[in-house]
C-alpha cells in the first residue's frame, strides 16, 4: 500500500517570492525579483538567494531560529540540487535533499510529515524553487539562444516556496498521502511533458482512492502540478477511458500563473507553480475544504533523452483538510 | 490502457504548429534579408570600391557582427520568435549560436567555460560542413575530372 494517513500534522505557514513573469501574470506576491538577475552574478545565485530570503522570511514570520527547526526536507530541478544543497549551508538545519522533479514540493512535504507524525520532531520546513533560466540552460538551449518553441511546451516558473509543518494545530491539515510509482508510456517527446506525466498523476489518484476507499467526489478539487493544458484534456480522458472516473472539480496549478498574453504555450512547470498556486490561490479563497494535491514530475535527463530513450514520470498526492 | 493507444489520446489533444504558415514567414523574410544583403554589397562595391568577393566578405561581417550584438543585447531570441528560421538558417543564426552559447558559459571561465562551450551547438554544423564539403569536392573531382 502506497498511502499513509497522519494523525495530526498541519501546514502553519508558508513564504513564497516569484520571479518577473510571474508578477506580471496572475499571481499578486508583495516579494517578487524585479529581473532573473536580482542584483547577483549569475542565475544560479539568483535561485540560491531567492531559496535563502524565503527560508529567513519564514523563520522571521514565526519568531523561530535556525535551531528551532528539526528537520528541512527540499529539492529543486538544478543537477546536484545545487540550489537546495547551496542555500542550506547558510543555516544550521538538519537537512534531507531529494529530487523528484517538478514533485519534489509534495515529496518534501509527505517526508516532513511522516517524521513530525512520529512526535521524535517537532517542527519542520519544506521547501523548493526553480528558475527559468537555469533550468533552459541545464535542460534545453543556452539561454539567449532563439529556439522555436512548439505550443505543447511548457515554460519553467521562476520563485521559491517553503511551508512550515508542526503538530500545532492550524487551518490546514495535512490528511493522508500517496507515494506514486515510477510510470514511463513511451513518450520521447521532451517538450511535451503533459503528456509524460498524466499517466503517472492518473495511477497515483487512482491508488490514493482506492487505498482510503474514497470517491473522486469526497475532494472538492483535484490540484495537480504542472500537467499544462495539453495533460489537462489528456488527464480528464485518460481516467475516464481507463478507470471510468470523471474529474470534475480538477484545476491545474500550471495553467493559473501566467495570463493568456504571456507566451508560455501550454502553461508553467517547476515545482514552484503548485506550491504558489496552492498557497497564494486556493488557499486563499476558503472554498475549498478538502483537496487533493497531486504533485506531477517528468524525471528526464538531458543525457537519456539524447540516447533515445522514453521519458519516466511520477506523482505524488497529499490530501489536505482546511478549516 | 496500453502505450500504443496511450500515444493515439496524445497526438489526438496535442495542439497542431502552424506549419504552412511559419514556412511562408521564413521563406518570405529569408528573401528579403537576401535581398537585403545584395543591396548592401552593391552599395560596398559603389562606395568603397571593392571587388566582388571582398564585398561579401564585408556584407557577411556586417551581418555576423549584427546578430552577435543583437544576441548579446537580448533581442535576437525575440525577432526568431517572429522571423521564424529566416535568420537561423542563414549566417547569422551560426553567430548566434555561437554566442549565445558563450554568453551562458561567461562565467565558467575563459577555458573551461567559453573556450569548451561556445560551441556545443555551432560545432555540428562544423564538423558536417567540413565532412560534406570533403565529399562533395570528391564527387566533383571524379565527374568533372
Known sequence: MASMLFR??????????????????????????????????????????????????????????????????????????TATSYNMKNFSIPFLGIYSACASFVESIIITANMLDT???????????????TSEKQFRFPVEYGALKPKRSTFTATGSVGALITNKESRIKIESATIGKVVDYGIKDVFNMGAVMTPAAARTIVEHLKDLKRDINYYDLVLTGDLGEVGTKLLKEYLLINNNIKLKNHLDAGCLVYNEEQPVFSGASGPVALPLILFNKILKVKKYKKILVV?????HSPVMCNQKNTIPAIAHAISLEVM | ????????????????????????????????????????????????????????????IIFIFLACLLTALGVFDKLVTFFKSSIIIPITGFAHSVTSAALDYKQDGLIQGIGSNCF??????????????????????????
Not at chain 1, 119 to 133: Q, W
Not at chain 1, 295 to 299: I, N, P, R, V, W
Not at chain 2, 44 to 51: A, G, I, M, N, S
Open chain 1, 8 to 81: 495530526n500534522v498541519y501546514i502553519n505557514d508558508e513564504s513564497s517570492i516569484i520571479g518577473p513573469y510571474e508578477d506580471n501574470g496572475e499571481l499578486n506576491i508583495r516579494n517578487a525579483l524585479s529581473d532573473f538577475y536580482d542584483n547577483e552574478k549569475t542565475f544560479e545565485d539568483a535561485e540560491i538567494k531567492m531559496q535563502k530570503s524565503v527560508l529567513e522570511n519564514l523563520l522571521y514570520k514565526n519568531n523561530l531560529n535556525p535551531q528551532d527547526i528539526d528537520i528541512l526536507v527540499g529539492g529543486d530541478l538544478m543537477n546536484q540540487i
Open chain 1, 119 to 133: 512526535r521524535f520532531f517537532k517542527r519542520g520546513i519544506a521547501i523548493t524553487s526553480s528558475h527559468n533560466l
Open chain 1, 295 to 299: 504533485g506531477t514530475g517528468s524525471l
Open chain 2, 1 to 60: 490502457m496500453n502505450k500504443e493507444q496511450y500515444q493515439k489520446l496524445v497526438k489526438k489533444h496535442t495542439p497542431k504548429e502552424n506549419r504552412l504558415i511559419n514556412s511562408i514567414t521564413a521563406f518570405v523574410f529569408g528573401g528579403l534579408f537576401g535581398v537585403l544583403a545584395e543591396a548592401l554589397m552593391q552599395i560596398l562595391r559603389k562606395v568603397f570600391d571593392l571587388t566582388i568577393l571582398d564585398a561579401t566578405t564585408w556584407m557577411m
Open chain 2, 120 to 145: 556545443k551547438m555551432a560545432g555540428s554544423v562544423i564538423l558536417y560542413g567540413v565532412i560534406s564539403a570533403f565529399i562533395l569536392v570528391i564527387i566533383g573531382v571524379l565527374i568533372y575530372g
